[in-house]
């Protein structure tokens, strides 16, 4: 059966030469093709995971009493919102990379203790996490300051009436806006190719350029693999939506 | 200072509180006792709300002081929890936690401000949840609840922290009339089982039935105030009588 598709597939690119499915009939292009997805799944699913968590960071720390730090995170958000996060992974990777410890694992190679994978959550992460903290911050605005007040008589603190009143409330309302902007952080991993993360983009590029006659099915495996990766993540939001919808409250 | 149930529970020395150049207390004084209901009317703009929110601290005072059972509220190093556990509120407008079920929202606070071991909490609650009339309505959300029923379990939250004092600031304003009925019955009951209990209202039918005094503020200062009888029947300032003609 497996050899049936791998000699269809050999003979589809025999017959049209703009087709080669190359990875399907050879194990190391195929091991390519996994590894780069499975990259580009890790890269997305931490990335995503560290900007929620500097988005809610962000949001309450917007609403500290000292104006430094909501001056910090105003400049945060000010750079990693302005600025093209392709330049960023390469000012992280080549700027600050040149300045972060080595170690030696074998006493021969010096290796820098973060990875080219590191500097790219690093940068994606904190890329998506401005727009976050912007989304997360819409969305604890739009808290009543009686239910805040409320707690606050109750003896909650500050950093209580956030955590359990105002986060849980925003959060419903800042979903829609989160969904858009973890889709496009998503894509925003192929970016990642700049400094020679080996994710799918990076992966299929390798075999295009061994197998030039591969390029058509390997912009086909990167479309499809996309639709699907950001399908799922959409479908995961919208499920947590429903989850997370309260009755009787809204519309 | 050392605080002893023959002192005033509740005592306001000349305060003074004002909104940028705008003053809204201009020197209050009282005194409120253990057990005492009092009801703080006035017509809008007076500075009600503002007075008793500045009982639990919610809103700081300009000058003069206040003190809940010998604690100064107008202090910078006022220990708010401490005060907050003596002194519980009620809003106009409910403020239920709207993600939280009837049930979660009176075991909140006793949970995660006081800590306080689960199944103690729950089964305290479920008994507030019965005295507010409220049985079978835990599990549901406050928008699934009426105003009235809202209002109620937001008395049980506050009461779940077992305060001495209880303040309710218009209370009954944004209720339906045949909904407001429930909840006076709710701190009639309250009243009647010794909790002191300041309440702004414009209920005068229930003030003079519950409270055991009454004052009458307005632009920011007391203009009368008495035990109902006097009050109502034989008010000697003329503003209070205007008001008294207007609203009864």
């Given amino acids: 059966m497996l050899d049936a598709v791998q000699e269809f597939f050999r003979q589809l690119a025999t017959d049209y030469p703009t087709w080669n499915f190359v990875f399907f009939y050879e194990d190391r292009q195929w091991d390519k093709v996994v590894s780069g997805l499975w ?30 730090i909501r001056g910090i995170v105003q400049a945060y958000i000010q750079f990693f919102r302005n600025t093209p996060p392709f330049v960023q992974l390469l000012f992280f990777y080549f700027a600050l990379g040149a300045f972060t410890p080595t170690y030696s694992p074998d006493g021969w190679l010096e290796v820098p203790i973060i990875s080219n994978v590191g500097w790219a959550i690093i940068s994606l992460s904190f890329f998506a996490g401005a727009f976050n903290v912007e989304i997360f911050r819409a969305g604890v605005e739009a808290v009543p300051q009686s239910t805040q007040e409320a707690s606050e008589a109750l003896g ?24 858009n902007n973890l889709v496009n952080l998503v894509k925003t991993t192929t970016q990642a190719f700049v400094i020679a993360v080996p994710e799918l983009l990076y992966q299929s590029i390798t075999i295009w ?41 809204g519309a | 200072m050392n605080w002893t149930p023959d002192q005033p529970i509740v005592s306001l020395i000349n305060v003074h509180k004002s909104f940028g150049a705008f003053e809204v207390l201009k020197g209050i004084s009282m005194d409120i006792m253990k057990g005492e209901v009092v009801c703080i009317i006035g017509p809008s703009g007076s500075g009600k709300s503002t007075l008793i929110r500045c009982i639990n601290a919610l809103n700081d005072i300009q000058a003069g002081s206040i003190s809940v059972e010998g604690q100064e509220v107008h202090d910078d190093n006022l220990d708010k929890l401490a005060l907050r556990k003596k002194v519980g509120m009620v809003f106009q407008q409910y403020n239920l936690f709207p993600h939280k079920t009837a049930l979660q929202n009176v075991m909140m606070a006793p949970l995660k401000v006081l800590k306080q071991n689960k199944v103690e909490v729950e089964e305290r609650a479920r008994a507030l949840m019965k005295k507010v009339r409220l ?27 077992n305060p001495d004092v209880m303040l309710f600031d218009e209370v009954t304003a944004a209720l339906d009339p045949e909904t407001v009925k429930e909840v006076l019955v709710t701190i009639k009951d309250l009243a009647s089982e010794g909790m002191t209990c300041i309440l702004v209202t414009h209920e005068m039918g229930f003030a003079r039935e519950v409270a055991d005094h009454i004052y009458f503020t307005d632009k920011g200062v007391i203009v009368e105030h008495g035990p109902p009888a006097t009050f109502f029947d034989n008010a000697q300032d003329a503003r209070t009588r205007e008001f008294l003609g207007k609203v009864l």
């Fill in chain 1, 209 to 249: 350029n061994d197998f030039p006659s591969a390029q058509n099915p390997m912009m086909l495996v990167l479309f499809v693999s996309y639709l699907a990766l950001v399908g799922i993540l959409v479908l995961g939001m919208n499920k947590w939506e429903r989850v997370m919808r309260i009755p009787g409250y």
């Fill in chain 1, 156 to 179: 909650f603190t500050r950093l209580q009436t956030f955590a359990y009143v105002v986060l849980p409330l925003a959060l419903r309302v800042s979903i829609p806006s989160l969904n």
């Fill in chain 2, 135 to 161: 049985e079978g309505k835990e599990n549901s959300y406050p928008g699934e609840l009426s105003g009235g029923q809202q209002q109620r379990v937001a008395i049980a939250r506050s009461l779940a922290m």
């Fill in chain 1, 39 to 68: 990259m580009t799944i890790k890269l997305s699913v931490i990335c995503v995971v560290f900007s929620v968590v500097i988005g809610i960071v962000g949001a309450a720390m917007q609403r500290a009493r000292s104006r430094f």
